[in-house]
């Protein structure tokens, strides 16, 4: 079973940052496109960014846009996502998944094209 795991979640003030980490098995996740969703409680879950194999595609939610920067170092295993200018109503669960392309398509935000799946991060956004 092939395992992503998530650190870097917690507590912040409004305005603050976060960076999360999202690691995974190398040799295989290495050609995989990896994707940031977030869950809050009763919503469903929203795709927050993506970046494909290589680094060198990228796509953002329109809410995150400007505020949040994913980058990935496959010598690493990790895929990170900074947050800055954090906004209450960016708290939430926030996970990474991994699809088994290396390319990002445009409907890399949509949960279903995602095989693998970390456990979730909180993030709280609160004064």
């Known amino acids: 079973q092939v395992q992503v795991v998530e650190s870097g979640g917690g507590l912040v003030q409004p305005g603050g940052s976060l960076k999360l980490s999202c690691t995974y098995p190398r040799s295989l996740l290495d050609y995989y496109t990896i994707a940031w969703f977030r869950q809050a409680p009763g919503k469903a879950r929203e795709g927050v960014s993506g970046?494909?194999?290589?680094?060198?595609?990228?796509g953002y939610a329109d809410s995150v846009k400007g505020r949040f920067t994913v980058s990935r170092d496959n010598a690493k295993n990790t895929v990170h996502l900074q947050m800055t200018s954090l906004k209450p109503e960016d708290t939430a669960v926030y996970y990474c998944?991994?699809?088994?392309?290396?390319?990002?398509?445009?409907?890399?935000?949509?949960?279903?094209?995602?095989?693998?799946w970390g456990q979730g991060t909180q993030v709280t956004v609160s004064s």
């Open positions: 998944a991994a699809a088994a392309r290396t390319s990002l398509l445009s409907s890399w935000s949509n949960p279903d094209e995602y095989t693998y």
């Open positions: 970046i494909d194999s290589s680094g060198g595609s990228i």
